[in-house]
Each structure stands twice: as C-alpha cells, then as structure tokens.
C-alpha cells in the first residue's frame, strides 16, 4: 500500500482538500531542478530508441526537452532529420543532440507537394532517408501570428508555414505530430490551424489542439502556447493528453524567477553568456530609480514618452522581475529594458543569456558556444520552445506507447492451466467485492460500482463514494503485487515483472491524480477480512462526511 494512504484519516482529508508542493521535498521540482543545473550532458540510456523529426528546429529545444523526457523513461533519442532555415540555429542544434541529418533549408523546399497529393521527388529521397519515425516535432515560424507585430500579424505568409507539418506528417507517417505555436495562430485569416487539423485527420490522424498555460509544466514564466497534437495509434488520445497537461501540477505553486535563476547571483565568468547587455544612460537611471525606491513597475513620468498615458497596456515594459513570482514570456529583447519586464531582481542590470536561458528552462549543459553573438544567442533563447514543455508532454507519450509495446507483446501461456487461470480471473464482482459491498451496505452507505471519476480518464474506481469523495480500490495480490503474498511468476519472468511494474506505477498515478481532485483513496487488499475493510471504509466515509458538512456550514 502506497505510504501516503497510511497516513491519519486527518491529515489525509486535509491533503485532500488543499495539497500544496513543498518544492524542497517535491520529486518532481527535485529532477528538473537538476536538470537546469546539469553541467555535462551525459550518455545516452541503452534502452530502446525514440526516432524523431524535428522541423522548424531552432537551436532544438524541443528536441532537447524530449531528450530528456527519453532518458528519465530509460530510452534514447534518434532524430532522423533537423531542419532550420537559421544556420547558426543549426549548428547550435548539431552540437547539442544526436542528429543524422541537420540541415540549414527552408521545409518548404523539402516538403514542396501539396496537400493530400502522392510525393514529389525531394519527399520520397527524404522519406527514405528518413525511414521509420515515432515523433514529428515543430515549431513554425510565430512572428506572423504574433499579437506584438501589428502589421502583418494574421496575414503574414509565413503563417502558410504551419500547413508543411501536415505535408510532412502525410509523407513521413509519424505515430504522433507535435506542433508549437502562439495563441493568435487560430485566429489566422487563412484558416491554417483547421486546414492542417483536416489533412491530419484526412491521413488518419487522431488531432486535438488546446492553449497551455506552461507554468503548468512547470515553466517559470507567464507564457501561453497553443499546441496541437496528432496522433495515428488508437491507444493514444491526443485530447486527454493535453487535457491531463493543461490540469498538471495543482498542488504547486507557481514556479518562480529564484527557482530557476537565485542560484546564479555570483557567476560571472566574463564572456557573453554570464554579461548583461549594456544600458544606455538614461535606462541605468532608471534601474537605479527603481531600485532605490524597491519599485518594480516605472512610473509613467520616467516612462520615453510613447509608453506614457493612463491607459497603456505596457506597465511590464522597464518593469523589474521579482523573486517570488514567475518571469513574463521571455522574447529576443531579454536584453533591454524597454523591451519587457527583464531588469534583475537584485542587480541593477537586465537579465544575462544564461539566466533568460534558465528561465525558458534550458539546461546548463545545452552548448550555446563560447563565440556565439549576443545578437544571436538573444534569437536563439527568445524563440525557443521552453524545453520543459517537451520533458512533460514527452513523458506523457512515451508511457502510452511504452504500454501499447507492452500489451502488443503479451506472451503465450506457459501451460494450458495457465491459460484457464487467468481467463478465469475477473476483472469486477469477485467474491471478495461482493462480500465488502454486502456489508458496506448493511452499515448504511450507498455507492457506486466500478464508475469513472476523473473526466477525460478512463481510469474507473470499484467502489465510489460520491457525496463523501472516496474512491476504494480492491486489489488482487498478484495483479498489485502485495507485500505479503506478491509472487513473481517464472514462465515469461521479464514480460511479468515489466507488467506488475507498470500496474504498481499506474496505482501510483491513480492515487495521485485522485488526490490532487480533492478525493480520498483507499485500497484495500485482497487478502483482508471483509469485515474489517468495511469498518474502516465506514469510518472513513462518515469522517468525510460529517467534515465536508462543518466545511459548507
């Protein structure tokens, strides 16, 4: 039984109801916060290979974070092809991942064919080139989209861009596509995001496309991005995927400005990287302004006249970070004040490279080179995809198809006695649920059978408590390996221990995510007297209760 279900009832309702992260003991903050601050990249695992495409790469932060997500799942990544119009965004890429083939072209002349037509010439060698791919990743062009170019922004050409991740994905027949972009992209005056949906779903793609609010990844900053998500394996929903992203972490706060960068208050090493801009004199005074009066917003008169008056929406313009809140987005003008809120928290200065690097959350190991322009290292930074974003989303996918592998490659019975156990095993209404439910019921207590709770999950409790918000759990002691009486099988011994292995960690991730809804959780063990399962299930029950009415009251 997980550790946490064998705390007082209390202090479990109290969880319950207001969970909160303790970053210091968080497992989850521990590992990212590490890896923001790993110095060496490391080997890759030897586990198995995750084949990827990354077009429109940049300097490869989306890669970078599915990296990630790939080794913490004992995998590693493969991809196939890279590819930027930027070559300085290339060469940054080569140096930092495990790429076949990078190259510095416009996708639009790799995948020139139109959509839904058979392949041209350039796509059939690069298909073959290619060969077997898992993930499609991208990022298109946003400057056309975005809400801070007034010009051109829902009409900007580039924005056709966004429809070579569908030609691609018709050509290539990735298992999933992944497709980044700014919120404004759905409001395009030329329909890209449901022209791309259409040939995705024409090409027998699951597609789904939802606005993250990545501090719910764990980005710490106050940036929205829409992402679409295809998919052509059945067992993979792209919508719960993203609805179970965009719900993520409810039990932390808000990851801060000192979370990712308090730690680097004393490094200067003199180059680029660790060196904040130079100001001009009358920005220096105005740092100075507000840091002698520990403002954070500049006054209006101190303002250059075009970002004065009562009603402009810029107060983050020459606006000063703060410890304890998250950064707003960070865009190529990290450097200036005048560009955002990008004055440090504690220096009179802006934020260097490196710190607006952590911010977007890339690891001190990624190699942005040693000779690398402040100009460049601005572009290369600002546009990139936060890398987190790819670490949780690439979690996500990679447990689904970890399991889809798993039940794939089910193995034969080892004897016909084998075979007639488990296909007499019962998946609900076993002696032992009949017998607890009889005597729940005879104490007074209504409830539900085998009902889904959470919605978009099809995860389902054996009995619920609905006015009470307890979800109990009866376990057999083989399928969830029981302490006491847990067995471990030798015919097929490692596709078992892959399987009890995967059915422990989905206990786990059923507990949590209950938890995190504001329900109780109680398991029960196969092997338990049903008679004092039900006492304690009552007492429980009625605890809850008699609290959640004191709390209305």
Same mark, same amino acid.
């Given at each position: 039984m997980e550790r946490s279900l064998r705390l007082p009832l209390a202090r479990r309702l109290d969880r319950a109801k207001n969970t909160v992260c303790k970053n210091a003991s968080c497992l989850r903050c521990q #590992?990212?916060?590490?890896?923001?601050?790993r110095k060496r990249r490391g080997r890759q695992p030897k586990g198995p290979v995750v084949r990827a495409v990354d077009l429109f790469a940049g300097c490869g932060a989306m890669s970078a974070g599915l990296q990630e997500a790939a080794r913490r799942a004992g995998r590693r990544l493969d991809v196939r092809? +890279? &590819?930027? &119009?930027?070559?300085?965004?290339?060469?940054?890429? #080569?140096?930092?991942?495990? &790429?076949?083939?990078?190259r510095a072209a416009d996708v639009a002349t790799l995948f020139d064919g139109k959509l839904g037509a058979d392949a041209t010439k350039s796509e059939q060698r690069i298909k073959k080139k290619v060969g077997k791919v898992d993930v499609l990743l991208g990022g298109p062009p946003c400057q056309g989209h975005s809400d801070l170019n007034n010009h051109t922004r829902l009409r900007d050409p580039k924005n056709i861009l966004y429809l070579r991740m569908a030609r691609a994905a018709e050509v290539l027949a990735p298992s999933l596509v992944v497709v980044e972009n700014v919120v404004p992209v759905q409001r395009d005056e030329t329909g890209v995001v449901k022209a791309a949906s259409k040939a995705l779903t024409d090409a027998g793609y699951q597609v789904a496309g939802r606005v993250l609010d990545l501090r719910r990844v764990g980005v710490p900053q106050r940036r929205r991005r829409f992402l679409l998500l295809a998919s052509n394996i059945p067992e993979i929903n792209p919508a719960s995927i993203l609805e179970r992203i965009a719900s993520g972490m409810p039990d932390h706060r808000d990851r801060t400005v000192r979370w990712a960068i308090g730690d680097l208050l004393s490094v200067s090493n003199g180059g680029v990287y660790d060196t904040s801009g130079r100001s001009s004199e009358k920005n220096a005074e105005r740092m100075a302004y507000l840091?002698?009066?520990?403002?954070?917003?500049?006054?209006?008169? !101190?303002?250059?006249?075009c970002h004065r008056g009562g009603n402009h929406t810029y107060v983050s313009m020459y606006g000063r970070l703060r410890w304890n809140q998250p950064a707003?987005?960070?865009?190529? /003008?990290f450097g200036s004040m005048g560009q955002g809120r990008y004055v440090h928290p504690a220096r009179r200065r802006t934020v260097t490279p490196h710190e607006a690097a952590r911010l977007q959350t890339f690891p001190d190991s990624f190699d942005f080179g040693d000779t690398t322009s402040?100009?460049?290292l601005a572009k290369m930074i600002g546009n990139a995809v936060p890398p987190l974003l790819m670490v949780t989303l690439g979690t996500e996918i990679l447990r689904r198809l970890e399991l889809r592998t798993a039940q794939k490659r089910t193995p034969p019975a080892s004897s016909s006695e084998a075979l007639r156990r488990m296909l007499a095993t019962r998946r609900r209404d076993t002696p032992g649920e009949v017998a607890l439910?009889?005597?729940?019921? /005879?104490? /007074?207590? @209504?409830f539900r059978v085998d009902r889904q709770i959470l919605p978009g999950s099809r995860r389902r409790a054996d009995i619920v408590f609905v006015s009470a918000k307890v979800a109990v759990y009866l376990? /057999?002691?083989?399928?969830? #390996?029981?302490? &006491?009486?847990?067995?471990?099988?030798?015919?097929? *011994?490692?596709?078992? +221990?892959?399987?009890? *292995?995967?059915?422990?960690?989905?206990?786990?991730?059923?507990?949590?995510?209950? @938890?995190? *809804?504001?329900?109780?959780v109680e398991r029960v063990w196969e092997h $338990?007297?049903?008679?004092?399962? +039900?006492?304690?299930? $009552?007492?429980?029950?009625?605890? #809850?209760?008699?609290? !959640? @009415? @004191?709390?209305? *009251?």
């Open positions: #590992s990212d916060h590490a890896y923001l601050k092809l +890279a &590819v930027d &119009v930027d070559k300085a965004a290339i060469d940054i890429y #080569s140096a930092n991942l495990p &790429v076949v083939d990078a840091f002698e009066r520990n403002l954070y917003d500049l006054p209006n008169r !101190r303002r250059p006249v707003q987005t960070i865009t190529t /003008g402040r100009l460049v439910r009889r005597l729940l019921h /005879g104490c /007074g207590l @209504r376990d /057999g002691c083989f399928w969830h #390996s029981c302490p &006491v009486h847990r067995t471990k099988p030798k015919a097929n *011994a490692a596709w078992w +221990a892959a399987k009890l *292995a995967e059915n422990r960690r989905r206990d786990a991730d059923t507990n949590r995510q209950l @938890r995190e *809804a504001g329900w109780l $338990e007297a049903p008679e004092a399962a +039900a006492a304690r299930i $009552e007492n429980i029950v009625r605890t #809850s209760l008699r609290l !959640r @009415r @004191r709390a209305r *009251a």
